[in-house]
């Protein structure tokens, strides 16, 4: 299975745009990349889809080069209440995600 | 409430001791997926049901591990001789599509 790997820990300040870069060098083909954000107690959450190139919608946007290997999320203007573990998984021809570790990351005012 | 629901949140039980689980999907979804996660960790998967035929088990999954979706509505997940390392939060998600749908957890603690 195709293992996915993201920095441990990034920390913002408000109104600061940050970017979390996963890398996936073992992608499969079927397999599409996603991005799920996650708050203590919780399960996580879905923020984002793509397959290739450049997906947004109305909370990040989703970087993907042509090779596929990496992509990168955008946040746009964090605000305190996007602190949270993002995680990169993959989610293969069956539905199923493949999870990683997860990047912390921390925003302060 | 229409998101996914788990029943317990918490969970302590003393080594040996058999515990269940349950998830209630979203209602329209087909797709059901049990998942386990341990602090400072990304969720892994156990295991996930297509309606009620359960379509994959991950190595994860012991024999003293079984999960159940009668009908294809909702799903248990039973730990049986629980040990000390099955201490963790247990998700749930459903799907119909690419999106999945995560519950808030039972978190497992064992004595």
């Known amino acids: 299975l195709a293992k996915t790997t993201q920095p441990i820990s990034m920390d913002s300040y408000e109104g600061q745009e940050v970017n979390i870069t996963c890398s996936h060098n073992?992608?499969?083909?079927?397999?599409?990349i996603t991005w799920y954000q996650q708050f203590p107690s919780q399960g996580p959450r879905f923020i984002i889809q793509g397959y290739k190139t450049k997906v947004t919608n109305e909370v990040a946007s989703l970087f993907i080069p042509a090779d596929r290997k990496s992509s990168t999320l955008s946040l746009p203007r964090v605000s305190l209440s996007d602190t949270a573990v993002y995680y990169c998984p993959l989610l293969d021809s069956w539905g199923k995600l493949q999870f990683g570790a997860g990047t912390q990351v921390v925003v302060t005012p | 409430d229409t998101g996914v629901s788990q029943d317990p949140r918490h969970k302590i039980t003393k080594r040996g001791q058999n515990v269940t689980f349950r998830c209630d999907p979203i209602?329209?979804?087909?797709?059901l997926y049990w998942y386990r996660q341990t602090l400072g960790q990304g969720p892994e998967f156990l295991t996930y049901?297509?309606?009620?035929?359960?379509?994959?088990k991950s190595r994860l999954l012991s024999d003293r591990f079984s999960a159940e979706r009668p009908k294809g509505s909702f799903s248990t997940l039973e730990i049986q001789r629980t040990e000390q390392g099955d201490s963790a939060m247990y998700l749930c998600?459903?799907?119909?599509?690419?999106?999945?749908?995560f519950g808030s957890g039972t978190q497992l603690s064992v004595l």
């Open positions: 073992n992608i499969a083909t079927n397999d599409y």
């Open positions: 209602s329209e979804h087909n797709r």
């Open positions: 049901f297509q309606n009620e035929a359960q379509l994959e």
């Open positions: 998600a459903s799907s119909l599509g690419p999106e999945l749908f």
